[in-house]
């Protein structure tokens, strides 16, 4: 196997999201845009999306890093709008939009236009919640969007599963639908339940980072396989054990964190990078064999289709916002007031992304007849042209929408407050149990490193306070940024000193890795306080 090709794809794409960052436009669009060019220029290898290898091997992993960054008190408190969204959206989705489709499109069954409803009904949130972050839009709606994102896949492939079934003429009905929507779902659920704490306990008691590093990279895989194993659904399962091992992420060791949050931000940039501009790259084979559909026909379709995704989220979020509060006053309680503004946001956040190609890749040449998938090539045109519409389209106007809508951003202020008053309550319990400590005669020390660790625990709690106060007016900045700038000047100072005796044969690499590996530590920990 030649591996070049993709090295070359993952390289290029990185090199692109990288440039992207230092551009307005987020690296989605610009990740498809050059797929899209790069898919015509001679020389280019051949990039098929082959879905055996993107739902089990890089669909686990970025759902497995969102769900980790995700927080499981915030999708519980808002589980009622994730679940309008990921489950009952999509099954509406699915059936309006495939019904549409084959009112529109002449000749195309109703089951095969079933399929490629539930293929384009999973909006793909990874875009969506990247420009939501960027913008500062209110936390509700980011967690709403990205709770969509992390169920919506299993509910998609399940409808699929069902409605491809009736299309290849393997018998489907009502009833074995709902049991395999039940059977997917609560099984999923149930194999993440069974596997969370097992895998925890493991990440609690390896003692080398490494070994720990190692187990989490399985992980998603693992849960993943074995639910998909059962005929359950793998989606839910690595999403349950992500939210599991994020919620109690505390309790492993610090260098397995430090580590593990290196890691696992290199794996998904990678494999974001390297999925989006997949997706560009599929053009060639999507437009081959349209059969007797005319170039005129095709994008006809195509636009019909777009439109309806577009109009079916938003006929779906709008009374899903508002009914359930006009019906139930607990529900108007419990959850914040809100107005128009939010459900515009959510309805036009629903870009489709690289799980709607990868189902659709999947759909067979033939059905159990052994004749031909009905419009199968134009239902693959059809997946190509809604996913680029959406990323393009909404992808593009999505920021200026947020702006122009001004819905109120985090407040910075009064995040830095809260920040700076749990410190303050924590600090004040290190120093209470500091002083039991050395009321201890098994923990005597000098007096100087008494003092030593009483300085670093009055340098975190005035840290963040410092950050609200007055700044420097030659340099604009506050006093905990002149610390922080300052501190790592001198670790700068001594890393050189390091490398100097290094270089002069006064110490070996060993030790000067040991010594470098403290003050990258020190310089760690610093970063993580300001970020």
Same mark, same amino acid.
């Given at each position: 196997m030649d591996a070049l090709p993709l090295v070359a794809l993952i390289a290029v794409s990185a090199a692109i999201a990288g440039a992207a960052r230092r551009t307005p436009v987020p690296a989605p669009l610009l990740l498809v845009t050059a797929g899209l060019i790069a898919a015509y220029v001679p020389g280019v290898p051949d990039y098929t999306l082959d879905p055996h290898i993107v739902l089990p091997l890089i669909l686990p992993p970025l759902l497995h890093s969102a769900a980790v960054d995700s927080s499981y008190l915030d999708l519980r408190a808002n589980a009622r709008p994730v $679940?309008? #969204?990921?489950? @009952?959206? !999509?099954?509406?989705?699915?059936?309006? %939009?495939?019904?549409? &489709?084959?009112?529109?499109?002449?000749?195309?069954?109703?089951? $095969?236009? #079933?399929?490629? @409803?539930? !293929?384009?009904?999973?909006?793909?949130? %990874?875009?969506?919640? &990247?420009?939501?972050?960027?913008?500062?839009?209110p936390n509700r709606i980011t967690t709403i969007l990205q709770g969509e994102s992390l169920v919506n896949d299993a509910t998609a492939i399940t409808a699929y599963k069902v409605a491809l079934a009736a299309a290849v003429g393997e018998g489907a009905s009502w009833a074995g639908g709902i049991a395999e929507f039940a059977l997917a779902s609560l099984g999923g659920i149930g194999v993440g339940l069974v596997l969370m704490v097992p895998i925890h306990w493991m990440r609690t008691h390896l003692k080398e980072a490494l070994l720990q590093n190692t187990l989490s990279l399985l992980i998603p895989f693992v849960a993943y396989a074995a639910a998909e194993w059962v005929g359950a659904s793998g989606v839910l399962a690595v999403v349950v054990v992500a939210l599991y091992l994020g919620h109690r992420a505390w309790q492993v060791d610090f260098a397995t964190r430090l580590q593990e949050a290196a890691v696992w931000k290199m794996v998904a940039f990678i494999l974001e990078s390297s999925v989006f501009a997949l997706i560009g790259l599929q053009l060639p084979y999507v437009i081959e064999d349209l059969g007797g559909y005319s170039v005129g026909e095709t994008l006809w379709y195509a636009v019909g289709v777009f439109v309806a995704v577009v109009v079916v989220r938003f006929i779906w979020v709008f009374p899903a916002t508002f009914l359930p509060r006009g019906l139930s006053k607990r529900i108007r309680e419990r959850e914040p007031d809100t107005n128009w503004t939010a459900p515009?946001?959510?309805?036009?956040?629903?870009?489709?992304?690289?799980?709607?190609?990868?189902?659709?890749?999947?759909?067979?040449?033939?059905?159990?007849?052994?004749?031909?998938?009905?419009?199968?090539?134009?239902?693959?045109?059809?997946?190509?042209?809604?996913?680029?519409?959406?990323?393009?389209?909404?992808?593009?106007t999505l920021p200026p929408l947020i702006r122009a809508l001004k819905l109120p951003g985090r407040d910075a202020y009064a995040e830095t407050l809260a920040e700076a008053q749990a410190q303050s309550e924590a600090s004040q319990a290190a120093e209470r149990r500091l002083d039991e400590l050395l009321a201890d005669e098994r923990n005597a020390l000098p007096q100087p490193l008494a003092d030593r660790l009483r300085t670093v625990l009055?340098?975190?709690?005035?840290?963040?306070?410092?950050?609200?106060?007055?700044?420097?007016?030659?340099?604009?900045?506050?006093a905990d940024d002149t610390y922080r700038r300052l501190s790592g000047e001198m670790i700068s100072a001594e890393r050189e000193v390091f490398v100097q005796l290094r270089d002069q044969r006064r110490i070996d690499d060993e030790m000067m890795r040991t010594l470098l590996r403290r003050l990258d530590l020190e310089e760690a920990a610093a970063y993580r306080e300001e970020s």
């Amino acid at each position: 196997m030649d591996a070049l090709p993709l090295v070359a794809l993952i390289a290029v794409s990185a090199a692109i999201a990288g440039a992207a960052r230092r551009t307005p436009v987020p690296a989605p669009l610009l990740l498809v845009t050059a797929g899209l060019i790069a898919a015509y220029v001679p020389g280019v290898p051949d990039y098929t999306l082959d879905p055996h290898i993107v739902l089990p091997l890089i669909l686990p992993p970025l759902l497995h890093s969102a769900a980790v960054d995700s927080s499981y008190l915030d999708l519980r408190a808002n589980a009622r709008p994730v $679940a309008l #969204l990921s489950v @009952g959206y !999509v099954l509406f989705a699915t059936v309006t %939009v495939g019904y549409l &489709a084959y009112v529109l499109v002449p000749d195309l069954p109703l089951t $095969a236009a #079933l399929v490629l @409803g539930a !293929v384009v009904a999973p909006p793909d949130a %990874v875009a969506a919640t &990247a420009i939501a972050r960027r913008l500062g839009l209110p936390n509700r709606i980011t967690t709403i969007l990205q709770g969509e994102s992390l169920v919506n896949d299993a509910t998609a492939i399940t409808a699929y599963k069902v409605a491809l079934a009736a299309a290849v003429g393997e018998g489907a009905s009502w009833a074995g639908g709902i049991a395999e929507f039940a059977l997917a779902s609560l099984g999923g659920i149930g194999v993440g339940l069974v596997l969370m704490v097992p895998i925890h306990w493991m990440r609690t008691h390896l003692k080398e980072a490494l070994l720990q590093n190692t187990l989490s990279l399985l992980i998603p895989f693992v849960a993943y396989a074995a639910a998909e194993w059962v005929g359950a659904s793998g989606v839910l399962a690595v999403v349950v054990v992500a939210l599991y091992l994020g919620h109690r992420a505390w309790q492993v060791d610090f260098a397995t964190r430090l580590q593990e949050a290196a890691v696992w931000k290199m794996v998904a940039f990678i494999l974001e990078s390297s999925v989006f501009a997949l997706i560009g790259l599929q053009l060639p084979y999507v437009i081959e064999d349209l059969g007797g559909y005319s170039v005129g026909e095709t994008l006809w379709y195509a636009v019909g289709v777009f439109v309806a995704v577009v109009v079916v989220r938003f006929i779906w979020v709008f009374p899903a916002t508002f009914l359930p509060r006009g019906l139930s006053k607990r529900i108007r309680e419990r959850e914040p007031d809100t107005n128009w503004t939010a459900p515009v946001i959510v309805g036009w956040a629903g870009m489709r992304g690289v799980v709607s190609l990868a189902i659709a890749f999947s759909i067979p040449l033939a059905t159990a007849d052994d004749e031909p998938f009905p419009a199968r090539n134009l239902v693959l045109f059809l997946t190509f042209t809604t996913v680029i519409g959406t990323l393009v389209i909404q992808g593009l106007t999505l920021p200026p929408l947020i702006r122009a809508l001004k819905l109120p951003g985090r407040d910075a202020y009064a995040e830095t407050l809260a920040e700076a008053q749990a410190q303050s309550e924590a600090s004040q319990a290190a120093e209470r149990r500091l002083d039991e400590l050395l009321a201890d005669e098994r923990n005597a020390l000098p007096q100087p490193l008494a003092d030593r660790l009483r300085t670093v625990l009055e340098r975190r709690r005035n840290a963040v306070w410092e950050r609200l106060g007055a700044v420097n007016e030659l340099t604009g900045e506050s006093a905990d940024d002149t610390y922080r700038r300052l501190s790592g000047e001198m670790i700068s100072a001594e890393r050189e000193v390091f490398v100097q005796l290094r270089d002069q044969r006064r110490i070996d690499d060993e030790m000067m890795r040991t010594l470098l590996r403290r003050l990258d530590l020190e310089e760690a920990a610093a970063y993580r306080e300001e970020s």
